[in-house]
T-cell receptor
Framework: EAGVAQSPRYKIIEKRQSVAFWCNPI?????LYWYQQILGQGPKLLIQ????????DSQLPKDRFSAERLKGVDSTLKIQPAKLEDSAVYLC???????????????FGPGTRLTVL | AQSVTQPDIHITVSEGASLELRCNYS??????LFWYVQSPGQGLQLLLK??????LVQGIKGFEAEFKRSQSSFNLRKPSVHWSDAAEYFC???????????FGAGTTVTVRA
């Protein structure tokens, strides 16, 4: 079974530029998550999708971050314009369904490391 | 407020020695508990998880963890580390009825020959 795919793996941009990250979840997984992992911290959830709808975007800085999952499969996370403090690893994860339960495991992709200069 | 604390930022251990990583949580109820490992350039891989029942859980790669309710702890152990265990380790919790994972800040493990 193929895992969660993300691209690009690394990105370096200057502040005020725009950047986009792509995620392809595990086939059949209805739920997709984007996390931000700043150096020295654990991952923090930015947004959760259930199919193509947003379940939770309470931690997403909506003035500069946006995300979409138009067909309920792939997802794109965009930052426009980027700030220095956006330097982080952006992780995508997927699970078979939303909600709790012991069997609802999240599977993580390798992440995109963003450096903002 | 919910929180996960990993007191040790960095641990150095000799190859073949034992390893213990500490995790404490503050939660209103007993949450589901997880340990993840993140090797350089890799995503998070689930090592083990605790939901209920036996408080000593076995995971992959020879790791185990023990849940101690009285201490609100879920410490990770490995009897004999290998050089390939050098990585960052994250403890995480979530409410049984919720999807949100709350992570600790992580512990970086260095293995010396």
């Amino acid at each position: 079974e193929a895992g969660v795919a993300q691209s690009p793996r690394y990105k370096i941009i200057e502040k005020r530029q725009s950047v986009a990250f792509w995620c392809n979840p595990i086939s059949g997984h209805a739920t997709l998550y984007w996390y931000q992992q700043i150096l020295g911290q654990g991952p923090k959830l930015l947004i959760q999708f259930q199919n193509n709808g947003v379940v939770d975007d309470s931690q997403l800085p909506k003035d500069r971050f946006s995300a979409e999952r138009l067909k309920g499969v792939d997802s794109t996370l965009k930052i426009q314009p980027a700030k220095l403090e956006d330097s982080a690893v952006y992780l995508c994860a997927s699970s078979s369904r939303s909600g709790g339960g012991a069997d609802n495991e999240q599977f993580f992709g390798p992440g995109t490391r963003l450096t903002v200069l | 407020a919910q929180s996960v604390t990993q007191p040790d930022i960095h641990i150095t251990v000799s190859e073949g020695a034992s390893l213990e990583l500490r995790c404490n949580y503050s939660y209103g109820a007993t949450p589901y508990l997880f340990w993840y490992v993140q090797s350089p350039g890799q995503g998070l891989q689930l090592l083990l998880k605790y939901f209920s029942g036996d408080t000593l859980v076995q995971g992959i790669k020879g790791f185990e963890a023990e849940f101690k309710r009285s201490q609100s702890s879920f410490n990770l152990r490995k009897p004999s580390v290998h050089w390939s265990d050098a990585a960052e380790y994250f403890c995480a919790v979530r409410h049984p009825n919720d999807y949100k994972l709350s992570f600790g800040a992580g512990t970086t493990v260095t293995v010396r020959a």
